[in-house]
């Protein structure tokens, strides 16, 4: 099963360095979130205008895509991305296996390194806004939070670090699927379920009708009283069974 990693965070907490990082070191083909706005966002944030859910989630279903075209070949992923919001990250995480990454730090620091960024079109102005939507990741989530305190070096080993112990979980639980692998369920055929949906009438055996218990070499013969008349029982001949050649 591939890995697709997001790198999430205000802007300025050093998504892109993480992620080229981990690129670089551990091969996962690479992808700036930021290059897939469209040109509508990127001139709206030049002008320092927030964007909204509605501007944002083209964006996140782009990114998606791009992580479903991949896993498809495959191939292990990172891409960094704000993913600000719980739900931009269900966006991000549908119909893909996805680990978050999220670079945490305070306002003051994140502060200070944005302004030391050149040539981004996203200016220092808009933080306060990104961290007044900011939702960190919950348990639920699957993910990790790295402190950027320290070095860039050292953010960036944390991370990594963080990122190759999910990666063994996952080959372990990989490795145990495939030596106990599901037993199939049964097939029902398609008569078997016709048959099960509009039973056949059962037939059924009639009960054969109990025999005489009549003595071989036997037949009827009619009983007659002393005067000759024949002898009734019940208003009807009586009849003996006596064996043939017996008076």
Request: include cysteine; charged fraction near 20%; aromatic fraction near 6%.
């Amino acid at each position: 099963m591939s890995i697709h990693v997001v790198v999430m965070g205000v802007a300025g907490c050093g998504k892109s360095t993480v992620a080229e990082a981990i690129h670089e070191r551990l091969g996962y083909v690479y992808a700036e979130g930021d290059d897939f706005h469209p040109q509508a966002n990127i001139d709206k944030m030049s002008a320092g205008i927030p964007l909204t859910d509605e501007d944002r989630w083209p964006w996140l279903n782009v990114i998606n895509s791009w992580m479903v075209a991949r896993e498809a070949l495959g191939e292990n992923t990172v891409v960094s991305s704000s993913a600000l919001k719980r739900s931009y990250r269900e966006v991000l995480a549908k119909d893909v296996p996805t680990f978050f990454i999220h670079l945490n730090g305070s306002h003051e620091l994140i502060q200070q390194r944005l302004s030391e960024r050149k040539g981004h079109f996203m200016p220092p102005a808009l933080l306060p806004s990104q961290f007044a939507i900011l939702e960190p990741l919950v348990p639920e989530e699957n993910g990790v939070e790295i402190s950027i305190e320290g070095s860039v070096d050292e953010m960036v080993d944390r991370a990594i670090e963080a990122l190759n112990a999910y990666a063994a979980t996952v080959a372990a639980q990989t490795a145990t699927q495939a030596a106990n692998p599901p037993f199939p369920s049964p097939h029902v055929s398609d008569s078997a379920e016709t048959d099960r949906q509009n039973p056949k009438p059962v037939h059924v055996c009639p009960i054969p009708q109990k025999r005489t218990n009549r003595p071989k070499n036997s037949s009827p013969t009619v009983r007659f009283t002393r005067n000759g008349h024949v002898r009734t029982q019940n208003g009807l001949p009586y009849v003996r069974i006596s064996r043939i050649g017996q008076i």
